[in-house]
């Protein structure tokens, strides 16, 4: 028996599925990677523009270009974790996450205006960097959209 208060009804909470979530933001993580390799050869290579390492280590830079290519593959995977929290404990989770991505892709978007490098070199990286926040936040928000099963789609218990 319920209480005067105690809906009968459950709450219209959507269910995640985790494995497609989780196979969207690992392929996510490969196309930022990918991203980010041809975005420096395009850089390097086509406009003659260092990012991150002096040109003169060549094209493919020194191992500045695999960790900024792994940094952009894990903030892809940080960026699916946190739309799983944020859809199986906030309300309006793609609102949330939509900010927090702007906020962050903003963010990078004015660190190299930070330092003393080149303003090719900065507008270069600031580039890159918001192509790959608007890569991963929608990528990530497509694949956490396809991955909510409403109350409407869920089998009943009974079913079988």
Partial sequence: MTG???SEIEPHRPTV???RLWTGGAATALVAALITVVGILLARGL????VLAPKGK????????????????VAALAATGLIHVLLLFTPRPMRFFGWVVTLVTAGMVL???????????????????????IAIGSLVA???????????????PGYR
């Fill in 4 to 6: 005067a208060y105690e």
């Fill in 17 to 19: 599925d985790a494995a």
């Fill in 47 to 50: 406009l003659d523009v260092p």
């Fill in 58 to 73: 060549g094209v493919w830079g020194d191992a500045s270009t695999g960790w900024y290519a792994l940094g952009a593959a």
């Fill in 111 to 133: 660190a190299p205006f930070t330092t003393n490098e080149s303003t090719a070199s900065k507008v270069a990286t600031a580039v890159l960097n918001l192509i790959l926040g």
């Fill in 142 to 156: 497509g694949s956490a959209r396809s991955a909510v099963i409403s109350a409407a789609r869920r089998p009943s």
